[in-house]
């Protein structure tokens, strides 16, 4: 019998979707562990219920308006004391940058084993195992665990969110909080939105349009970005486009970029070079738009379009929206 | 300002990765191994606040025999020393922070620099467990940092989805450097005087025994069972057209009607 929980991620107000993702995935391990589901959430109470509707059977709460913003170890010292009481089997978080940075400190604290920025779980023998990709995606791990408390962050989009339960009413401890003066010096003082905040984030989204070299000019990104608003999309680079200046780092895909999974890659104007393919190549569907049918990125692209990308991208933007007058 | 990084000796990004013939890990047949490319820019920070600030650049990794090399690289950089924990131990993320905790417990650190990730088993958790180790703070995934002229604290910026936190800190601290970071986007290259004076720089060789850790405090906590290559993409349908219209109409069926992933 183990339990398995969720660190849930709190951002404007709102539960995070990978929470939501690793709740589902949560339940399906508990079922198997024979366990309850249990999410720790700091941040306002309101918020169990979504995670009660989601399938947290128990939401261990700690509201307080000090830990309004995040701070590694003030939210550490509060999960790692729950942990170390309550000995759940296995703790989940997203692979955000929250959860990325919160479980290490969990784990080192809790003497729990860690499997970052994983695919998929599984309940197997008592024992979590973890898949997940190594080398930006080049070769993939089943990782097993020879602690007895196991921890892991799961890549956004890797599992489903499933039906809520908007009646299920979980139960909710809340949770003292006492944190040491020295772990309050390291609150995040402020939140400031970047050039691309707003806009969706690469590592979440479903569907990514990025633009290589072949944009030829940063003011040329805007038929990407139309086709993205279009599509419901986030908007990514090859590193030529970072290392030329026209985006930010922010936007690159690739092995020293952004390692993503959507449902669609839309790659325009991509030769589809080995460090690229590392970052994209587990998304479910690769489309690639080239005007050289020799470009590399063909051999990995579900559908492929041999064509002059100004041509083919803002005629796929149209077409869309066209679609989508029709409803 | 005294800073210490911890670099990781990687396969070159070029790699095209093969699974190890008897073992669930890289066959190491032809690698070209590199420091880090996040991990070189950490130097690159670290040089650059030593140029400003003066002070000390140690440079720390763990790893077999051929770390030597990239640790001299890192000398010939500019680096002042360099710690190479001799052992070539196949342990998690967490087990190599506390190990290298206990060998930089007793350097010179107003700070220590580590990448935002390895590229090699891309786990991102060194850092933050390093902090943890250390019982100092940690800031992950950092794109500013300013350090007051006293050097007891900085401001720091980290990347999240779609927005930058910003805070202060109390040194000494552990930061996970990414692309960018103060404007860093290229390490320096060794100069050719610069890479005979590094092999007269002090690098200290150390056995895992000589750190004085207990067998339970270097035994892994998680194991690779299993490592396979992806299965192959298979190469798929060129779309045959005559207008960008065309191709495109047809491009949305597909995405549509065959792969069912696109809902408008
Ligand atoms: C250490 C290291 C790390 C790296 N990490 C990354 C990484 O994380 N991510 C990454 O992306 N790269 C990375 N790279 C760089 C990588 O090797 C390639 O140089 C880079 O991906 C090339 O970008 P590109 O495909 O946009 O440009 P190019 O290779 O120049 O390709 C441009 C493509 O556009 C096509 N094109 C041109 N005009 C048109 C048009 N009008 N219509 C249609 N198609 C057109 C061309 O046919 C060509 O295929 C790394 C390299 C190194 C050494
Ligand atoms: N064996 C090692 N020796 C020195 N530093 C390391 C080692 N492994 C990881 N690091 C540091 O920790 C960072 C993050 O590594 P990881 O958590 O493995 O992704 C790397 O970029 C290095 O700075």
Redesign the pocket.
């Known amino acids: 019998m183990s339990d398995i929980w969720v660190v849930a991620e709190v951002r404007d107000g709102a539960v995070k979707r990978t929470t939501l993702e690793c709740l589902g995935k949560a339940r399906e391990l508990a079922g198997a562990a024979g366990g309850k589901t249990g999410a720790v959430l700091i941040g306002p109470e309101g918020l169990a219920k979504t995670l009660g509707a989601h399938g947290a059977q128990r939401v261990f709460v700690a509201d307080d308006p000090r830990l309004k913003n995040y701070g590694a170890e003030a939210y550490a010292a509060i999960v790692s004391g729950l942990v170390a009481q309550h000995k759940p089997g296995a703790v989940l978080a997203g692979a955000t940058s929250y959860g990325k940075d919160l479980l ?1 400190r969990v784990a080192a604290r809790t003497g729990a084993g860690l499997a ?1 920025d994983c695919t998929d779980l599984q309940w197997k023998d008592g024992k979590l195992v973890a898949l997940r990709p190594v080398y930006a995606g080049k070769a993939r791990t089943t990782v097993t665990f020879t602690t007895p408390i196991q921890m892991a962050t799961l890549r956004p989009n890797a599992v489903p969110v499933p039906p809520a339960n908007p009646g299920a009413a979980p139960e909710t401890v809340k949770v003292p909080v006492q944190v040491d003066d020295n772990a309050l010096k390291t609150i995040v003082k402020e939140t400031a939105k970047t050039a691309t905040g707003g806009a969706i984030e690469l590592t979440e989204a479903s569907i990514i349009c990025s633009g290589g070299r072949g944009m030829k000019d940063p003011a040329n990104f805007k038929i990407i970005h139309d086709l993205a608003a279009e599509l419901g999309a986030a908007v990514g680079a090859s590193r030529a486009v970072v290392d030329a200046g026209w985006k930010p780092h922010s936007f690159q895909v690739g092995q020293t970029g952004k390692t993503v999974s959507p449902n669609i890659y839309i790659a325009s104007g991509i030769s589809g070079a080995i460090q690229h393919l590392a970052g994209m190549s587990s998304s479910k569907c690769i489309v690639a738009i080239n005007k050289d049918p020799n470009a590399p990125i063909f051999k990995v692209a579900d559908y492929g379009i041999v064509g002059d990308l100004f041509q083919i991208v803002p005629a796929l933007t149209e077409e869309a929206r066209k679609l989508k007058a029709k409803g | 300002m005294n800073t210490v ?5 990687v396969p070159d990004t070029e790699t095209k990765v093969k699974v190890h013939p008897q073992r669930p890990a890289l066959d190491p047949e032809g690698v070209k191994w590199v420091i ?1 490319p ?2 070189e820019l ?1 130097i690159e920070a670290a040089l650059r606040m030593k140029e400003k600030m003066g002070g000390t650049v140690t440079v ?4 077999p025999q051929r ?1 030597e090399e990239t640790l001299r690289t890192a000398l010939a950089m500019g680096a002042d020393s360099a710690v190479h ?1 001799k052992e070539d131990l196949d342990v998690d ?1 967490i087990t ?2 506390r190990i ?1 905790a206990k060998a930089i417990q007793g350097l010179p650190r107003d700070l220590v ?15 933050p ?2 902090g943890e180790f250390l019982g100092v703070p940690s800031v992950g995934i950092a794109t500013k940092l300013e350090v007051a002229a006293d050097k007891k604290s900085a401001k720091v910026s980290r990347q999240i989805e779609g927005a930058e936190e910003n805070l202060e800190i109390p040194l000494p601290a552990v930061l ?2 990414q692309k960018g970071l103060n404007g860093i986007h290229e390490p320096r290259y060794p100069t050719l005087p610069n890479i005979m004076k590094a092999k007269s720089k002090p690098l200290k060789a150390q056995a895992l025994k000589d750190l004085g850790l207990k067998p339970e405090e270097t035994a892994p906590r998680t194991q690779v069972a299993e490592m396979a290559l992806p299965p192959p993409r298979k190469a798929g349908k060129l779309i045959e057209y005559e207008t960008p219209q065309e191709a495109a109409q047809k491009l949305l069926t597909l995405l549509r009607e065959e792969a069912k992933l696109l809902q408008i």
Do not use: R
Not at chain 2, 5 to 9: A, L, N, P
Not at chain 2, 113 to 120: N, P, R, S, T
């Open positions: 290490p970052t | 990084v911890c670099i990781k000796q880090s996040y991990d950490a720390v990794s763990m790893g770390v924990i993320a190599v922070a290298l620099l580590v990448g935002k990730q390895a590229i090699d088993d891309d786990s991102g958790q060194v850092g467990a390093l996970s450097v």
